[in-house]
């Protein structure tokens, strides 16, 4: 497993704007997890020579943040905030709703492997809560209506 | 009065850089680099009185001036848009609906602090507003207000986003340097602090994204005429984030000194259902609750501050009767449990046992002494950790039991 010669131009691009290379860090980790879907630790072993540091180290710091996959997770990564705002505007419900609309439990993916439901922290939307972030995207305002909606366009998909 | 959602509020205002040209955009970077130094822009902020929209309301100008005036090492600055504090929203706008204002914010403040190189630390969730922040940057770019020799000046400057990848503790400013440099989110003890050694063990400024887009603002009116809007130590105008059980949650932007009545029920059509207010949240999570007696308070740093509470980055959060204070202080408990970074035994420690306690409260398994152990985890916490963090959990945890403790009682009994 390596990066793409695509993505190492992009990586030497983003490595100009640094003083050194250690900084690009987690722009490399960025970059892998969108190249190979999740840091496996074959990926761990790979970066760390890329990045010239120990594989403990990376390792060390990728597992600090929240965003960096360590398994494979469905196709549609489905995060629901339930701190404090959603919360009181019904994130409770939200999740309970998809949990039974999937049939799968909070950090559970389906038979197919389609969805994966997660709780997550503070989305910063709070002004539209209820929320969740599916992959890269905002859904805001969820109600039950506009969630059977939006996993049945991911459905047929 | 709007300085930040003059823009924004426009119907058709798309945020291209012909919209905020036209809008006059981009005069107050070129008034700056062709008619002032950077020292008479450092005045004008500081003459301004402008205090840090992040949370911690530290005055810029200030913190600039911390700066060393002589020095071999390169000056970073950052632009803090780990925007995570629960309850807040507001810098999201700006950067989704108006990147140029941010941008010429931070052109300026580069220029003002003899930097050549800007980083926009945005958080890894933002993935809609780093890509907007990236074109927004090459519109800037192509129309000369960033690279090299902008306006013709000789000043060069860099502008690069960095995403993070999720983590609260991120935006705490030492933290946010410690992920910058490729390491893991750990808080730094200050001093020194980043004005001295900073990004890369150089001079480095960490500004909010509120804060730097005001700047634009201050070059073209004066520090002066800033100065006259809001209140006495608490300057300009503030984007206010409403949300929980409120008619009509979202950004609003007054003038500091607004009452967080008015606020409420005025601007924020009241509660829903037409409930009775129990308690709202007046600065994001991290600040002490205030109870429906209290809100007759001008939302300032320093009245906030007297009243035992903070404004903190303006996240007011409404709750009302139907709501369980204990629910809510488990929530709370289970957030700072969850993003502590683990380096100090009182909050590595204190936050889970805080929320194992309510938890236990909440079952009905509670005993008698748990309230009293939850206040005194809350004081051997704070005052005893690396960075902030600390006070963030341990407050608004020791707000919920001292204003509601009937709450508690309820469920031991």
């Known amino acids: ?157 | 009065m709007k300085i930040l959602l003059k823009n924004i509020e426009e119907p058709d205002y798309t945020g291209s850089i012909q919209d905020y040209r036209r809008k006059g955009g981009y005069t107050a970077v070129s008034k700056a680099i062709k008619e002032m130094t950077p020292e008479e822009i450092v005045e004008e902020v500081k003459k301004s009185g402008i205090r840090g929209r992040g949370g911690a309301g530290f005055p810029a100008g200030v913190k600039w001036g911390f700066l060393p005036k002589n020095t071999d090492k390169p000056i970073y600055l950052i632009c803090n848009a780990d925007e995570g504090e629960p309850g807040t929203f507001k810098d999201r706008i700006i950067i989704e609906k108006d990147p140029h204002l941010l941008l010429e914010g931070i052109i300026i403040t580069s220029y003002a602090i003899k930097s050549h190189q800007a980083y926009i630390y945005i958080r890894g969730e933002f993935v809609y507003g780093a890509n907007r922040l990236n074109s927004a940057i090459r519109e800037a770019a192509e129309a000369g207000y960033i690279g090299k020799d902008i306006l013709g000046s000789g000043y060069n400057l860099d502008i690069q986003i960095h995403r993070g990848a999720g983590g609260y503790i991120c935006g705490e400013e030492t933290a946010l340097l410690e992920s910058l440099e490729g390491k893991r989110g750990w808080p730094r003890i200050k001093p020194p602090f980043p004005a001295v050694e900073g990004a890369f063990r150089c001079p480095t400024i960490v500004n909010n994204v509120e804060t730097l887009a005001n700047i634009p603002f201050i070059i073209n009116n004066g520090g002066e005429s800033y100065a006259e809007i809001g209140v006495k130590n608490s300057t300009g105008t503030k984007l206010f984030c409403l949300s929980g059980h409120i008619n009509k949650p979202g950004i609003y932007e007054f003038p500091l000194g607004i009452s967080l009545r008015s606020l409420i029920y005025e601007h924020g059509g009241g509660i829903k259902n037409n409930n009775k207010l129990k308690g709202v949240i007046p600065g994001g999570s991290s600040m002490p609750v205030l109870a429906s007696d209290e809100i007759d308070v001008s939302m300032d740093f320093d009245s906030l501050a007297n009243i035992g509470s903070a404004l903190g980055s303006a996240g007011v959060i409404v709750m009302d009767e139907t709501v369980d204070m204990v629910d809510v202080s488990l929530n709370v408990a289970k957030f700072y449990a969850h993003e502590s970074c683990g380096q100090c035994t009182p909050c590595r420690e204190g936050m889970p046992w805080m929320r194992d306690i309510i938890s236990r409260i909440k079952d009905g398994k509670g005993k008698k002494e748990d309230i009293d152990t939850l206040l005194d985890i809350t004081y051997n916490i704070e005052g005893k950790t690396i960075c902030p963090f600390g006070e963030a959990g341990a407050w608004p945890i020791r707000a919920f039991v001292n204003k509601f403790r009937e709450d508690f009682e309820k469920h031991i009994n």
């Open chain 1, 1 to 157: 497993m390596e990066f793409s010669q695509e993505t190492k131009q992009k990586f030497q691009e983003i490595l100009s704007h640094y003083p050194v290379k250690t900084a690009a860090v987690l722009p490399a980790v960025h970059l892998a997890q969108e190249e190979f879907g999740h840091i496996s630790e074959e990926i761990i072993e790979y970066l760390a020579k890329f990045m010239d540091m120990s594989p403990v180290f990376l390792k060390n710091t990728i597992s600090f943040y929240t965003m960096f996959k360590g398994k494979e997770t469905g196709k549609y990564l489905i995060q629901v905030c339930s701190t404090l705002s959603c919360s009181l505007m019904g994130a409770g419900n939200i999740i309970d709703y998809i949990k039974e609309k999937l049939n799968i439990d909070v950090w559970e993916t389906t038979p197919d492997k389609k969805f994966t439901l997660v709780k997550v922290e503070c989305l910063g939307s709070c002004g539209t809560a209820p929320v969740m972030q599916i992959n890269d995207d905002y859904y805001e305002n969820l109600t039950e209506e506009k969630i059977d909606e939006i996993l049945n366009k991911f459905t047929n998909k």
